[in-house]
């Protein structure tokens, strides 16, 4: 079993920055894709950024430029740097990993942009 813990949301003006934590721990045998995820009050879910085993990156168009993904292989963490936030991107952000055996998520972390 892989539990996921998220930290790092909070409250915060449109055109700042957030970053965004996901430490993964457990029975790890292997982790390779790592992702964030969010969800908006009456909306469904949406994939925001990747970052797979060897650092190779994607991202949705809608953050491309103002979002950054990373991780820490030893650390078995994920990273969200969150710049410019638009208050459009209130919303519940959760951790995605990819492990060897399956699918984990966390349980996310509240992200709330007051304009």
């Known amino acids: 079993q892989v539990r996921l813990l998220e930290s790092g949301g909070g409250l915060v003006q449109a055109g700042g920055s957030l970053r965004l934590s996901c430490a993964a721990s457990?029975?790890?045998?292997?982790?390779?894709?790592m992702g964030w995820y969010r969800q908006a009050p009456g909306k469904q879910r949406e994939w925001v950024a990747d970052i797979t085993s060897d650092g190779s990156t994607l991202y949705a168009d809608s953050v491309k430029g103002r979002f950054t993904i990373s991780r820490d292989n030893a650390k078995n963490t994920v990273y969200l740097q969150m710049n410019s936030l638009k208050p459009e991107e209130t919303a519940v952000y959760y951790c995605?990993?990819?492990?060897?055996?399956?699918?984990?998520w966390g349980r996310g972390t509240q992200v709330t942009v007051s304009s």
């Open positions: 457990g029975n790890i045998i292997r982790i390779n894709a």
């Open positions: 995605r990993v990819r492990e060897f055996r399956g699918d984990y």
